[in-house]
């Protein structure tokens, strides 16, 4: 059965690009544009796996991961932060809020598909 991976980022590159690597390893792929977006996307999905950014538009990654944890529907989906932000504050606030992991851009596919593995065995 095909894991579903739910990647909320602002840049279309970087959604290309999960989209791309995800697919390659046989995951379905399915995307918002902002932590706002995301929310609304949720609404009607069950994913295995969430990878979000941080610094987005309208609604950013810490309050996305915190309004998915506060979701009994979805407050168990592993989230995996996405983000060019290496900062132990911001990746201590990202954990508090309720990531599962942290991953700095520019990422390796192999690895980002070996991460969402992990979290969502």
Not at 96 to 117: Q, S
Request: net charge negative; proline share 4%; aromatic share 4%.
């Amino acid at each position: 059965m095909s894991r579903t991976i739910l990647t909320v980022d602002d840049s279309r590159t970087m959604r290309d690009m999960l989209r791309l690597a995800l697919s390659d390893a046989s995951f379905t792929v399915i995307q918002a544009v902002d932590g706002a977006h995301g929310l609304e996307v949720l609404e009607g999905a069950e994913p295995d796996v969430i990878i979000t950014d941080i610094n987005m538009p309208n609604l950013d990654g810490f309050g996305f991961i915190e309004r998915v944890r506060r979701s009994a529907r979805h407050a168990s989906v592993p989230i995996l932060v996405l983000t060019t932000e290496s900062d132990q504050d911001k990746k201590t606030r990202a954990r508090e809020a309720g990531a599962t992991g942290w991953i700095v851009k520019p990422f390796d596919p192999v690895k980002l598909v070996d991460a969402v593995r992990r979290v969502a065995a």
